[in-house]
């Protein structure tokens, strides 16, 4: 497994690493023993970057994790965030970077886990509420005390991350990027990059729709989130698949698939970045990790710009109530 660094003299994790959402939440049903299979299958192709959240079940995916992990501890860099949650009826999503949360929410995070620390821990969303100064200086304390290895912040604006940066060295930033989600070549490329902060693309698949399998809302479950994201809705649905059509062709003439072109184009924006692609699969596993060995070459990366260019994905990428988070 080659390997990639998370910031400047940061700790060094596998060039992929393996988004555990899905295992439990927001995908539609889910298979505890196939999810297990997959991170130990991942573990012995040298994965080390294991993702997982508080709000993932909620609960339920850390608890997969720890449960997976258990007794192969060592080989994983686990990372973990906390601070959001939904209301009832999920229309409103409610964001708590107070002081007291931090303390809170990594004792449950290391039960859940059943670990003595956690390596990567982040901040899910920015509380507009609560300077973001007094937040990190909580979660320094998490480091001083031996809980908390590193410090990672997602979907933060980049006067954010200055300011957080400022009160103790954060790791990495965790925002959504891909082919169809590149906000994040405005400003916070070149944020991190000057304050030699690692970059974690999530969803460098565009929650899947990026690997062609998805040809119709039908393919996904009644309970599937996906089904209310504006990017997989009415006539966005079609013109995205019609983008993806146009870069699985790229793909077939290079001989990969879909997806591991995807994966590529995001591992060849930088050294610097790390995607966390999830699946629920071996196989799609195996085929993700193979994304590493792709080369792209200029004329590749062209073609690929000429038929897929930013700003070309249809609709928002999240629907109002995940929206009303972003970027703070």
């Known amino acids: ?20 959402m899905g295992m439990s939440a927001f995908y539609g049903g889910s298979n505890e023993g196939q999810s297990i299979d997959v991170i130990h299958r991942a573990l012995d192709l040298g994965v080390t970057l294991f993702d997982t959240a508080e709000i993932y079940g909620p609960e339920t995916n850390e608890l997969l994790l720890g449960k997976a992990l258990k007794g192969r501890r060592d080989e994983a860099f686990i990372a973990t965030k906390f601070g959001i949650n ?11 970077g107070s002081p007291a949360n931090v303390r809170r929410a990594i004792e449950g995070s290391l039960s859940r886990l059943g670990v003595d620390h956690v390596d990567l821990y982040y901040l899910h969303r920015v509380d507009p509420d609560t300077p973001i100064e007094d937040t990190v ?13 590193f410090l990672g912040l997602s979907e933060a604006a980049p006067a954010t991350i200055r300011k957080a940066h400022a009160v103790h060295p954060i790791t990495a930033l965790q925002t959504e990027y891909s082919l169809w989600s590149r906000e994040p070549e405005d400003e916070i490329l070149a944020t991190v990059r000057e304050l030699g902060i690692g970059f974690v693309p999530y969803s460098p698949l565009g929650r899947g729709f990026l690997s062609g399998e998805i040809r119709s809302i039908d393919d996904l479950p009644e309970d599937d989130f996906r089904r209310s994201n504006p990017r997989f809705m009415g006539e966005n649905f079609q013109k995205n698949l019609d983008l993806v059509a146009a870069v699985s062709a790229i793909a077939a003439d290079k001989g990969v698939t879909a997806a591991q072109l995807a994966l590529a184009w995001v591992l060849a924006q930088g050294e610097d970045l790390v995607p966390i692609p999830g699946t629920r699969r071996v196989a799609t596993l195996e085929q993700n990790i193979a994304a590493t060995d792709i080369v792209l070459t200029a004329e590749d990366l062209s073609r690929i710009e000429a038929v897929f260019p930013k700003g070309a994905a249809s609709g928002e990428r999240y629907a109002a109530a995940g929206r009303s988070a972003l970027n703070r």
């Not at 497994?1 to 393996?18: F, H, N, Q, Y």
């Not at 939904?86 to 409610?94: C, G, M």
């Not at 200086?137 to 290895?149: D, I």
Request: aromatic share 2%; net charge neutral; hydrophobic share 40%.
């Open 1 to 20: 497994m080659k390997t990639r660094t998370l910031g400047l003299g940061g700790p060094e994790v596998s060039a992929i690493g393996l988004g555990c």
């Open 86 to 96: 939904y209301n009832a009826d999920r229309t409103v999503l409610a964001v708590d």
């Open 137 to 149: 200086g909580a979660m320094a304390e998490l480091v001083t005390e031996g809980k908390v290895r």
